[in-house]
């Protein structure tokens, strides 16, 4: 499996971005994808996952309401669509793939794709 984020950028709090991730495998019903970022000098944290067959979305309580994950099964893409951006956002932006049951746990993800950089300024 091999994952490709794409997305990133700087943009002023309050404002939106769209992240990307270009998923190649042939066995997608099979997976969980997962969005997770990391600040400097912390650990990588869950940001939101979808059930590739189901389309069920779970969210970090912190980003609740202001970020939409979604796939597109034809296009073999997850999205993250992030509103209402605030400084603490700030991070280093991966995709994952998991091919156990929806988790947060980042040790639980198989596949990890290159991550994007987002940076909010305040």
């Known amino acids: 499996v091999q994952l490709q984020a794409s997305g990133g950028g700087l943009v002023q709090a309050g404002g939106s971005l769209r992240l990307s991730c270009a998923a190649f495998t042939r066995t997608w019903s099979m997976y969980v994808m997962g969005w997770f970022r990391q600040a400097p000098g912390k650990e990588r944290k869950f940001v939101a996952a979808?059930?590739?067959?189901?389309?069920?979305?779970y969210y970090a309580d912190s980003v609740k309401g202001r970020f939409t994950i979604s796939r597109d099964k034809f296009k073999n893409m997850v999205y993250l669509q992030m509103n209402s951006l605030k400084p603490e956002d700030t991070a280093v932006y991966y995709c994952a793939a998991c091919r156990n049951a929806p988790t947060t746990d980042p040790r639980a993800y198989d596949y990890w794709g290159q991550g994007t950089q987002v940076t909010v300024s305040s």
């Open positions: 979808i059930s590739w067959s189901s389309g069920t979305a």
